[in-house]
């Protein structure tokens, strides 16, 4: 008998959020509907005659401030604080609707979508969950930025961000088999410098902004604290990064290691790790009385770089 944490889930009943994009400024509702198994994370857009984008990695469009999906000129704009939450959740098929290009920034974290989840229950499926089990490393690099994914049982994230002032560096990991999704990452709120705000509103971003759903950030601290943790900028850099690698379109049994990186470098693995197919494999997640050995030569000692300072 298959054990219900092995097999697919989608939400039990439909779920709503209203709320404006963080770019765009632009007013939206969202709906997040139960789907049949084996159909995915798909976005449509109940403005544009229900056209459907599927979360995987082929229909990324641009990665900038945020990562954006693009399918025949249609536009799904900031999706990776829900397919956080939705990995992070365990949900591995669902609808999304909404009536606008952007998803609602809500507080600036997964949590109001972990909280809604939570509330309606999730409702396991007659079908198995399949993970995308990485064989050997895929690695991307840019100047002093790096992001990598190794063999491994279970999936966890290594982190380290270097920002400027007040932030600087901080590092953190997290292995989201333990399910500790909900309580270590999904309240972890985005950030930005109020120093750069009248720059990215020049540049037509940030136009739904506000104290409400975002870490207002001055030289001396946060201007709208206290905050959640006291390394809550790079649990949020975990929770972009756990939305972003949603688009290989399953959940990632491995390792990933990132410095310094961000949403470009983030779908930038995903696109090559997708690319070399003989990089992964398609698995079925091991069943309770599954004789596999995590440390076959599959899931063999990590081959990672050592984090080192500035």
Do not use: C
């Amino acid at each position: 008998m298959v054990h219900p944490a092995h097999l697919e889930q989608t939400v039990s009943a439909p779920l709503e959020f209203t709320g404006v994009g963080l770019h765009s400024g632009a007013p939206v509702i969202m709906r997040l509907l139960p789907a049949a198994a084996g159909s995915g994370i798909v976005f449509r857009r109940t403005d544009l005659d229900n056209f459907e984008i599927p979360a995987i990695g082929r229909n990324v469009a641009k990665v900038s401030y945020a990562t954006s999906l693009m399918r025949q000129g249609v536009l799904i704009s900031t999706t990776e604080h829900l397919l956080s939450a939705l990995i992070g959740m365990g949900i591995d098929n669902v609808i999304v609707e909404l009536d606008n290009l952007e998803l609602p920034i809500l507080d600036g974290s997964a949590l109001p979508y972990v909280q809604a989840i939570q509330e309606a229950g999730i409702r396991t499926q007659r079908r198995r969950r399949e993970s995308i089990r990485v064989l050997r490393p895929v690695e991307v690099r840019e100047g002093n930025k790096f992001i990598g994914v190794y063999p491994g049982s279970g999936y966890r994230i290594q982190y380290l961000i270097d920002f400027p002032a007040p932030i600087g560096q901080q590092q953190t990991s997290i292995d989201l088999a333990a399910e500790t999704y909900g309580i270590f990452i999904a309240p972890a709120r985005t950030f930005g410098y109020k120093s750069d705000e009248k720059k990215l509103r020049d540049m037509g971003l940030i136009r739904g902004a506000s104290p409400e759903n975002a870490i207002v950030l001055t030289p001396k601290g946060p201007e709208n604290g206290p905050l959640r943790y006291s390394d809550e900028y790079v649990r949020h850099k975990v929770l972009d990064l756990i939305g972003d690698l949603a688009l290989a379109g399953r959940r990632i049994e491995g390792h990933v290691v990132a410095e310094r990186a961000g949403h470009a470098m983030h779908t930038a693995l995903v696109a090559r790790l997708m690319k070399d197919r003989s990089a992964w494999e398609l698995a079925h997640v091991p069943t309770a009385n599954s004789t596999r050995d995590p440390s076959s030569s599959q899931h063999a000692t990590l081959r990672r770089p050592v984090f080192q300072g500035a």
